[in-house]
Structure formats: structure tokens, C-alpha cells
């Protein structure tokens, strides 16, 4: 896994997982402490995610909300769209361009 970006725009690359979730924490953390406004996670390079690469998500988001940020999602995967769903978590989560699943179904798009 390696992430690429800034404190506004961040895109992560490979398996987000129990493996790579400590690094990532630290990375997403250290993007949101050092900006202002929306930071963007780019999701069209993740190949695979658990449950603990999904807890470094909603932390991110966590992270970002008690100091007046915004986690946004883009480009989430039809896998990672139906989790999301499963979960109720798209209701917490702002997710931009949602990708329609091979069942034609998107994640509501929260802008």
C-alpha cells in the first residue's frame, strides 16, 4: 500500500489492510492535522480493504470532524459502495463520485 498526495488530496494505492493500517492511520492522520477544508481520499487505485482498513477510514473521519474538516471519498469501489450500504455508513460518510456496481447500483452520492 502507498498513499500519494497532500493535506487537500490524498489517493491510496494497493491493500489497505491489518498489515498496511498503521501507516495509513499515520499518513491520513498527518494529512488532516497539517489542512483546512475538504480532504479528499482518492479511492481508484485501492485494491483490496478489511475491516481494520475500514476503521482507518471512519478514525480519518473522526480525526477530521473534531477539528472542522471534511473527509471526502472519491471514486469508492462497487465493493467498498455495498459495505458501505451494509454498514449505514454512507449515511456518515460524504462520498463523491460514486462507481454504479455490475448490478447497475451506486452508493448515494453526498456532496
Do not use: C, K, N
Request: zero cysteines; a positive charge.
Amino acid at each position: 500500500m502507498h498513499i500519494t498526495g497532500d493535506h487537500r488530496r490524498l489517493a491510496i494505492h494497493g491493500r489497505l489492510d491489518v498489515r498496511s493500517a498503521a501507516d495509513a492511520r499515520a499518513r491520513l492522520h498527518q494529512a488532516v492535522d497539517a489542512g483546512q477544508g475538504d480532504l479528499v481520499l482518492d479511492l481508484t487505485g485501492l485494491e483490496f480493504w478489511d475491516a481494520t482498513g475500514l476503521g482507518v477510514i471512519m478514525g480519518t473521519h473522526r480525526r477530521a470532524g473534531r477539528i472542522g474538516r471534511r473527509l471526502v471519498l472519491r471514486a469508492v469501489p462497487a465493493q467498498l459502495q455495498r459495505l458501505l450500504v451494509a454498514t449505514r455508513l454512507h449515511r456518515i460518510l460524504a462520498v463523491e463520485g460514486a462507481v454504479p456496481d455490475a448490478y447497475g447500483s451506486t452508493l448515494p452520492v453526498v456532496l
